[in-house]
């Protein structure tokens, strides 16, 4: 007998923008545990699934589940609470803010009393440098992160991300405008955080990168799944093509 953990789950989800339905009853069940990529054309709703399972934006109709927990429509710092951590396509780090401050403002909580929350600090401080060493930027630390090469940035905001330690792990195009070099080390971290037990999520255009990566691959089209699979069965699969060909 196989036992299926239960991780990300949508059913029937949909959101339309005026008329035109950028999500449409989509129905989807990642692996838990595994490295599951989201592809599909250029407009096929992968940024619009990916904004209303992380709570940036309401679904008209349908649910998200995470772990048998409905979390459908919880804004983002509760979805976050549920163990689900993101990074943006278009990088979001505070520019003059220094690496280190940009990992401790991605956990502040300012709601804490001072004397609790310089003692979390000192901790989160701890746990900053442990991950800027992983990501491999610590000998920036002190710098501002707009001093940074956009790939640069782009492992800061993954420090970011693991710093709350989220069971699962979004990733908008993290190969996008990255040289070849930080591309590699972007994704022998994300093998080497899957064996540690984190599951992926990753929407991504660099096909090569998709291939290697993923354990579990669905691809999207017209704002649902329409194949899904490991990486060798959809690429042998017709509609996949299609889907891109159509586009
Ligand atoms: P993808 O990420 O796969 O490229 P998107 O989710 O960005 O797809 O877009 C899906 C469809 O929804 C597209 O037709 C897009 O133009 C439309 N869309 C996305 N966001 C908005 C928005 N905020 N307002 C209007 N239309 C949108």
Redesign the pocket.
């Known amino acids: 007998t196989t036992t299926i953990t239960r991780g990300l789950e949508t059913t029937g989800l949909a959101k339309s ?2 008329g ?1 339905h ?2 449409d009853n989509a129905t989807v069940a990642f692996h838990h545990g595994k490295v599951n990529a989201l592809i ?10 990916f904004n209303c399972v992380t709570g940036m934006i309401k679904p008209d109709a349908g649910s998200v589940s995470y772990r048998g927990e409905d979390i459908t429509g919880r804004p983002p710092h509760r979805i976050a609470r549920a163990g689900i951590g993101r990074s943006f396509q278009l990088c979001r780090v505070f520019p003059r803010m220094t690496v280190l401050e940009n990992l401790l403002a991605s956990v502040r909580s300012p709601t804490l009393p001072g004397w609790l929350r310089s003692a979390r600090q000192r901790g989160d401080i701890e746990r900053a440098r442990e991950l800027l060493m992983r990501v491999g930027i610590d000998h920036l630390e002190h710098a501002e992160a707009r001093d940074l090469s956009y790939g640069q940035q782009k492992l800061l905001e993954l420090a970011g991300v693991l710093m709350t330690d989220p069971e699962t792990i979004m990733l908008d195009e993290p190969a996008g405008g990255v040289n070849p070099a930080l591309l590699d080390r972007i994704a022998n971290l994300v093998r080497a955080l899957n064996a540690e037990g984190k599951t992926f999520l990753i ?1 991504e255009h660099n096909m090569d990168l998709v291939m290697s990566l993923s354990d579990h691959v669905v691809v ?1 089209d017209r ?1 649902a799944p329409i194949a899904e699979g490991s990486p060798d069965e959809v690429r042998a699969d017709p509609r996949v093509l299609e889907a891109y060909l159509g586009s």
């Open positions: 923008f005026g035109v950028a999500v599909g054309p250029n407009g096929s709703g992968k940024t619009t699934f929407v999207f704002g």
